[in-house]
């Protein structure tokens, strides 16, 4: 099990704030997104969206373990 | 002083700027912006939300940059979180220096950073429907005027 947070506008295509989802093993990032809705996994693949694995940003390929928090952080609108 | 804090309940300006006050009595000025949650245009509300991890420790990293640039005695950075109504306060920054135009850079700098480069998304409630509102062009250019430091 993995649990996915979604940021901003993300929140509205994913239709929730975080969702969980199986996963038995280590699993590569694009993996993770490819289990997801098509609307969703696409909304994911926008190159301006940061990731962040249990709190810390993470660049490039990353692989999500069970248990793990994967947040995806839209650009910012300011505070 | 540094204080850093996130509210998710109301933020008192004249409260929290009196207790800033009172711990830089020495200071020689004391200069201070206050957002409020703009209204007009149909607005009912702002809702604005964080991501734990990274915002609160990007702030606290915002206020230690500006006090490394700038001599300082001491700088507060409030920000609310949440549901708020049109005029709420929402982002309290003040800055105390021995010369004013120490602080009046600080409190600049870090507005401009807050509103461009911090962990928060905000949509606002028009007539009943809310809508994420998107980064502006404006934000970069903002940020644009302060060179690093080399």
């Given at each position: 099990?993995?649990?996915?947070?979604?940021?901003g506008r993300?929140e509205d295509?994913?239709?929730?704030?975080?969702?969980?989802?199986?996963?038995?093993?280590?699993?590569?990032?694009?993996?993770?997104?490819?289990?997801?809705?098509?609307?969703?996994?696409?909304?994911?693949?926008?190159?301006?969206?940061?990731?962040?694995?249990?709190?810390?940003?993470?660049?490039?390929?990353?692989?999500?373990?069970?248990?793990?928090?994967?947040?995806?952080?839209?650009?910012?609108?300011?505070? | 002083?540094?204080?850093?804090?996130?509210?998710?309940?109301?933020?008192?300006?004249?409260?929290?700027?009196?207790?800033?006050?009172?711990?830089?009595?020495?200071?020689?000025?004391?200069?201070?912006?206050?957002?409020?949650?703009?209204?007009g245009e149909g607005i009912e509300a702002l809702d604005?939300?964080?991501?734990?991890?990274?915002?609160?420790?990007?702030?606290?990293?915002?206020?230690?940059?500006?006090?490394?640039?700038?001599?300082?005695?001491?700088?507060?950075?409030?920000?609310?979180?949440?549901e708020?109504p049109p005029?709420?306060?929402?982002?309290?920054?003040?800055?105390?220096?021995?010369?004013?135009?120490?602080?009046?850079?600080?409190?600049?700098?870090?507005?401009?950073?807050?509103?461009?480069?911090?962990?928060?998304?905000k949509r606002e409630k028009r007539d009943g429907a809310w809508r994420w509102i998107e980064?502006?062009?404006?934000?970069?250019?903002?940020?644009?005027?302060?060179?690093?430091?080399?």
């Open positions: 099990m993995a649990r996915l947070v979604f940021l993300l295509v994913a239709g929730a704030d975080e969702i969980t989802l199986p996963l038995a093993a280590p699993t590569p990032l694009d993996a993770v997104v490819a289990q997801l809705p098509a609307a969703l996994a696409r909304a994911l693949g926008d190159p301006r969206i940061r990731v962040a694995v249990n709190g810390a940003l993470v660049a490039g390929p990353a692989l999500i373990a069970p248990g793990d928090e994967l947040a995806f952080l839209p650009p910012v609108s300011g505070g | 002083m540094r204080v850093v804090r996130l509210l998710d309940t109301a933020l008192d300006p004249a409260a929290e700027l009196a207790r800033f006050a009172a711990a830089h009595a020495g200071a020689g000025g004391l200069v201070s912006f206050l957002g409020q949650v703009r209204g604005l939300r964080h991501f734990p991890p990274l915002t609160l420790p990007g702030i606290e990293a915002l206020a230690d940059s500006a006090s490394a640039r700038w001599r300082l005695d001491g700088i507060a950075i409030l920000h609310r979180i949440g708020m005029a709420a306060p929402i982002v309290l920054v003040a800055a105390a220096a021995r010369h004013r135009r120490d602080a009046f850079s600080a409190v600049d700098y870090a507005m401009d950073h807050l509103k461009s480069d911090s962990w928060f998304w980064p502006r062009a404006e934000d970069g250019a903002d940020l644009a005027r302060w060179a690093p430091v080399t």
